[in-house]
């Protein structure tokens, strides 16, 4: 199984990046997906995550209204459309994958995002 993010990079303050998480080697349709960041000093969090089959979507406080979580299980795909960017949203990015029905779950390698202001 592998879940491998991509997007990342840096930018100012105010802009966009999307970042794309593509999985193998497991029932994509299955999953419920999440992103996870972790800056500097700080412990891990999540910020977004997507269900399925049912595509509901949550985010924390901190994201609501500038991040949007999708995700195409034809292409075995989950996104984070990460719009206004602000420099504390700085961090490497985690794609995570959980099996809807018990605790079997994945890691990406992480991406980096950083905003300069």
């Known amino acids: 199984v592998q879940l491998v993010e991509s997007g990342g990079g840096l930018v100012q303050a105010g802009g966009s990046l999307r970042l794309s998480c593509v999985a193998s080697?497991?029932?994509?349709?299955?999953?419920?997906v999440g992103w996870f960041r972790q800056a500097p000093g700080k412990e891990r969090e999540v910020i977004s995550c997507?269900?399925?089959?049912?595509?509901?979507?949550h985010y924390v406080d901190s994201v609501k209204g500038r991040f949007t979580i999708s995700r195409d299980n034809a292409k075995n795909t989950a996104y984070l459309q990460m719009d206004s960017l602000k420099p504390e949203d700085t961090a490497v990015y985690y794609c995570?994958?959980?099996?809807?029905?018990?605790?079997?779950?994945?890691w990406g390698q992480g991406t980096q995002v950083t905003v300069s202001s």
């Open positions: 080697g497991l029932a994509f349709d299955y999953y419920a």
């Open positions: 995570h994958a959980r099996l809807m029905s018990n605790s079997t779950q994945y």
């Open positions: 997507i269900d399925s089959p049912n595509p509901r979507t």
